[in-house]
């Protein structure tokens, strides 16, 4: 690989702001990595939506970014991880991740009890994405999948303990206790928010796989495999971008990446630019 | 007017399938009508979303009803009527109405206590559009805005009585228990679902404003004062686009209108035919 190939910066991008979670990962495991940003603000959310839609948004994304001269791209939404990947590998020519996959990796790895819990969006439950990956890895494995589409919403709303959190964490997963569930898959990038009110909820010694960082530790591999890792030893820069601002939002993105720059800039995924 | 203007059919837009129950609304007053409706579920929700989002989505699908040739549009989503409205009036040549002037006309007649809340999603309540549509009516009038983001996907849930559902609205709503609030505006097309819970978390005499049938007959008038309205007596036609299309908003399309029906259009929102 070519030295500028090798500086180039790493896409990542989600629906909205909660794929922070998995830039904070990148960060971490590939501190000296360029990173740009997309959180489609705009169209948020996606988990309530069809495959075709989703597909066609990340798409849009993934040209944007390779435009933006992109060495390759994480797919930080669960969402269009299970959803449009498959897609993206075939009609792009860079390399591409997405977090299913990291996701089952590690609740295969600590599952004691062999029955793993795979909580998610209704988009990403439907399509079934981490029961297939689960199962290549180990298809011993017992899977229960179940779709939460209140705690994106109760996330975003500051909601993530208390009376109220508890009883929305009991009416999705109250049914859990008794299946012997020892590790769970937070199958969304908001739900690490609602992690402790979930072990509340749950009780007992529960595991909680980390799709961010073992993704981060993926793409690593990855890149090493491809001689693609950055070899620059000045800081590395990062860019966000929205296509949407609002309070909300950008209340979110400090409470997950508290650094976070106060000039994100608002892209216009409606402009003819942006789609062509 | 000549026939052919007067024979044209009522645009009706929403985010989603909420405003199905405007056009219930226009059913029940204007029977005679033609009605094209057109939910945008592929960017839903917008209530999160900024004005300049909200506006630019809603002038798009503005166009769309134009070329379909209609003679009169309906905002049916209460979060466009206030974040959009006065730009498309400004850009429209045709007569376009919103749902808040009627439901805050609707308040002022009917509360007692002169006390009115108003419930929306953050985008309506921060607008204040609600307000100043009150205030307009009646300086008097003492009003009490509440955003309360979970109303709409709760609702998307089916969750609409029971202990969660009492939870939530106790939530947003509990402190307004002794302020002498007899009357609510129910600003978003999805909260008429949630009524019964309300009057129950609240208790009293609450009197709610609805502003589907309100905005209906405020669009007669119109139509009267201007000549437009459709002298035909063969039965009406009604069409429905949506941006996207899935089981959950079919299910939900299906319970505010038991009659839609199967063969809803899919318009793809993010082709150069649409935005053009």
Redesign the interface.
């Known amino acids: 690989m070519s030295p500028k190939e090798r500086s180039a910066p790493i896409g990542v991008f989600d629906s909205g702001v909660g794929g922070l979670t998995v830039l904070g990962g990148l960060r971490a495991v590939l501190p000296g990595e360029d990173l740009i940003y997309f959180g489609d603000?705009?169209?948020?959310?996606w988990g309530?939506?069809?495959p075709?839609?989703v597909t066609?948004?990340s798409r849009?994304i993934c040209r944007f970014l390779e435009r933006k001269g992109v060495k390759a791209i994480v797919v930080a939404c669960n969402t269009a991880s299970a959803a449009a990947l498959p897609v993206l590998e075939q009609e792009l020519s860079l390399p591409i991740l997405g977090v299913v996959r990291a996701g089952a990796r590690h609740a295969a790895q600590v599952t004691r009890t062999r029955r793993i819990a795979v909580l998610g969006t209704?988009?990403t439950i439907r399509s079934r994405a981490y029961h297939r990956a689960i199962e290549a890895i180990d298809p011993g494995l017992r899977i229960l999948g179940r779709a939460c589409?209140?705690f994106?919403?109760?996330v975003?709303?500051g909601?993530v303990d208390g009376?109220?959190a508890e009883?929305?964490v009991e009416?999705y997963l109250g049914d859990l206790r008794g299946e012997e569930v020892d590790t769970i898959v937070l199958g969304c990038t908001h739900y690490p928010l609602l992690a402790d009110v979930i072990r509340k909820v749950l009780g007992g010694d529960l595991q909680v796989a980390d799709a961010a960082r073992t993704a981060a530790m993926e793409l690593k591999d990855l890149l090493e495999e491809q001689d693609l890792l950055n070899p620059s030893l000045g800081p590395p820069s990062e860019q966000f971008f929205f296509?949407?601002?609002?309070p909300?939002?950008q209340r979110l993105a400090r409470l997950i990446l508290p650094g976070i720059p106060e000039d994100m800039e608002r892209v216009?995924v409606?402009s003819e630019d942006f789609?062509s």
Chains 1, 2 share one sequence.
């Open positions: 603000t705009a169209r948020i959310p309530i939506k069809s075709q839609v066609q948004f849009e209704e988009a589409p209140l994106v919403p109760m975003e709303e909601i009376p109220l009883g929305i009416h296509s949407d601002r609002t909300a939002f216009d409606e789609r």
